[in-house]
DNA sequence: GCTAATCTTGAATGTACATTCAAGTAAGGG
DNA sequence: CCCTTACTTGAATGTACATTCAAGATTAGC
């Protein structure tokens, strides 16, 4: 009954993923968001409203991705403490390859938007209170498999976790040294086992 | 043999600092800065060449602040451990009384401007670099006085501090509930403190 | 009280931008 | 093959902004 559309809506979150992700939110123009996805202002804007909506649309595609990425190792076989160093080096060896100066889009995002629009800070939260349960599914697993103490509470380790994590972010983006990234995954560690008593 | 300046060098910084704090560099106009420093555009151009010269000027006011206090710490009487701990905490504080969700104007600017301006991306990795350093001499005294073991680098440790703190102006953003914040400056002092043996 | 030097004022300049809209284009049902 | 419905195009709109500049104001030495 009516034409139908030419993009395919994944693509172009993907592309408008990029342009975000390098340019943050501020200095991407709706022309750059064009040029990248290939939408005219008008099907852009047909599609999802204005800048703002792609955007969220943005993030929101973001942290599924990341969130599914926990949650999948969490099904994978091995200890939990393993997975967890290991999600703590990923990032790091992303932060040392010095690939990663654009570091994380939701902390980016965070620190950007969440003192000027109550709709993005709100979408932003609501991501981080999910991606700390995440991790506290894991530590509980490690709780359970006896690497972790259980006289801490887990959602507050998640904590501990996700600050490190928020702060190695951060730190990429002055390209530390090798050894100093090394020595906040150590101490991360050291702060969780600790508690085994 | 001239006319004198009108204002205060400083009391114009001081004010300009506020400005860009709670709006970041780019949601801050010209015109905000007028009116917040009482300056007209002539005049404020005349003195800092422009808005990025004026913003170099305010996040070397502000560093040195920080970096004061930190100094000033270390002067004062008392177990180097307990001045750490008092350090966390008061940006704990802050962050669980909900004030300061502006979080850390360098750290703000590091995330902002790193990847689009070179030389204030330079600035800032310099007071990073000058704040480390500070955090270092910290744990040294903390060394010697037996709080925190000597076999890990005194520079690497400070790492795994700062990071905490860098995440902890994350963390402020999203409103993290008392609990968590708790836990983690008790996940600092334990991976600090564990390396005693 | 004149001159030179500097500061202050605020309107003007030119650019970049988010968003809108009218005209053109495809697709499928009748 | 026509008509309805929806998508696409890209120029137009209006606003906000960083920076400049010419005219006026203030100081200190002579």
Redesign the interface.
Known sequence: MARQAEFNRDTVITRATTVFW???Y??TSVGDLVSATGLQPGSLYAAFGNKKGLFLEVIDHYNRGFLGKVGALRDAPGRSMDKLEGLLQQVVDDAAAGDD???CLT??A???M???DADI?ER??GH??RLRKAFAWLIKDAQTEGDIGTT??A???A??V??????????C????DR??????V???L??????TN
Chains 1, 2 share one sequence.
Do not use: C, Q, T, Y
Not at 162 to 171: E, K, P, Q
Not at 173 to 176: A, L
Not at 179 to 184: E, P, R, V
């Open positions: 390098e340019r943050g501020g200095k100066e654009r570091g902390v980016n965070l620190l950007e969440s003192m000027h800070a932003l939260r981080n209170a801490r509470d959602n507050e380790l904590s501990f996700l600050n490190n994590l928020w702060g190695l972010r951060v730190m983006k002055s390209r530390p050894a100093s990234l090394d020595a906040i150590e101490g991360v050291k702060g969780l086992r600790s508690a």
